[in-house]
């Protein structure tokens, strides 16, 4: 099993920058991907952006550019730096783990705001 405790998020302005961070615990040897999902009211829970466990790196077409995923393997956690945020941006953000047994885990979720 794996566990995640995401941090970062919260209310920032159009144009600002926020940087979520998620640790994972447990089973660590196992994690293949990490990444963040996101999912706005009404809408489908989406990918943001994952990496894989060769740094190599997706980004959704609206995210790229702007936002920029990281990963600590010592530490094992996943940071996603958001720059230049857009009100479209605004959803509850999910820290995501893909292990090598292809189980799935999420994090609790944490609420990014974009005010226009």
């Known amino acids: 099993q794996v566990q995640l405790v995401e941090s970062g998020g919260g209310l920032v302005q159009a144009g600002g920058s926020l940087r979520l961070s998620c640790a994972a615990s447990g089973t660590t040897f196992s994690i293949n991907t990490m990444g963040w999902f996101r999912q706005a009211p009404g809408k489908q829970r989406e990918v943001v952006a994952v990496v894989g466990s060769d740094d190599n790196t997706n980004y959704a077409d609206s995210v790229k550019g702007r936002f920029t995923i990281s990963r600590d393997y010592p530490k094992n956690t996943v940071v996603l730096q958001m720059n230049s945020l857009k009100p479209a941006d605004t959803a509850v953000y999910y820290c995501?783990?893909?292990?090598?047994?292809?189980?799935?885990?999420w994090g609790q979720g944490t609420q990014v705001t974009v005010s226009s």
């Open positions: 995501y783990i893909r292990s090598i047994f292809a189980r799935e885990y």
